[in-house]
């Protein structure tokens, strides 16, 4: 039991990597705030009542600064404290620079960049508080390589890192771990949209020749979240096959 007593927040918890994180979490002994604008995140939390679990389903977006703020004091009332933030909820809108939208260029930017700073935001001041903390950002290989079709995801993941080394630098001597997971393609609803043909070519360019699951983002969310990283800030862990060596 890796996080015997913890309370973490989880958000984009109702699919993909954050619903993995949530069972893995749920397994090492946390209790777990499940956050997603998508109302199936309800279903997910009961199906890990039945099984015994400590969680809660809050249905929120995080761009919206109001309902992460409530969502944080509800979290509190009912939990008591907040020992960790998993920051995963995210989005792609993926078009070509010369096709790309204004709409679909700022959308990405309030979900993957403004909804990172407004739960980190929220959360501080009761880690503060606590005298300890773990925040753990998700970022990705396209934000520190650039990718095709990304020119709005891949600025916000990279703005995901710098954002990353600030907080490590101005939390970490008040007792809080700021990293980042930098995860490369995974199996998820995200990477289902990306054409075969491009899937093909981007297997060709991983090392070890196939996706990862999100049970390879999950485990690394734990280790970052749990004592056994305690000397460990302000670095990206990249999980991600070596695409980009
Ligand atoms: N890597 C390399 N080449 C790519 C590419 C990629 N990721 N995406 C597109 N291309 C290539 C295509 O193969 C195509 O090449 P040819 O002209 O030689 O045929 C060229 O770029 C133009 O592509 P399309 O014909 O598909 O152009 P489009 O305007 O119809 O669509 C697109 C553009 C929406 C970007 C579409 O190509 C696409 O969805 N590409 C995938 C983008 C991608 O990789 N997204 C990652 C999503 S998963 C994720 O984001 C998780 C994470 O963090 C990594
Ligand atoms: P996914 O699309 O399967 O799940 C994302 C979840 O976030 C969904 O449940 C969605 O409803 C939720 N979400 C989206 N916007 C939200 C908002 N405004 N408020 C609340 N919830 C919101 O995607 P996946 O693959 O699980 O991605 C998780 C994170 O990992 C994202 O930040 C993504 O950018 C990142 N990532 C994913 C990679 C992959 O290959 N799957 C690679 C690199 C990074």
Redesign the pocket.
Known sequence: MRLQDKVAIV????????LEAAITFVREGAKVAL????SS?AERANELKNQGADVEFFQ????DRESVDSMVQQVMDRFGKIDILIN?????RDGMLTKLSSEDFQRVLD??IT?VFNCTQAVVPHMLANGKGKIVN?????GVYGNVGQTN?AAS?AAVVGMTKTWAKELGRKGINVNAVV????E????ATVPEKVIEQIKAMIPLHRL?K?SD?ANAYLFLSSDESDYVNGTSLHVDGGIMM
């Open positions: 958000t984009g918890a109702a699919n993909g990597l954050g956050v997603d604008f998508d995140g929120v977006n995080v761009a995963n909820a995210g989005i792609t979900v993957n909804g998700t970022s990705s290989v396209s995801y993941k995860p490369g393609f995974i998820t609803n995200m990477v990862g999100p983002i």
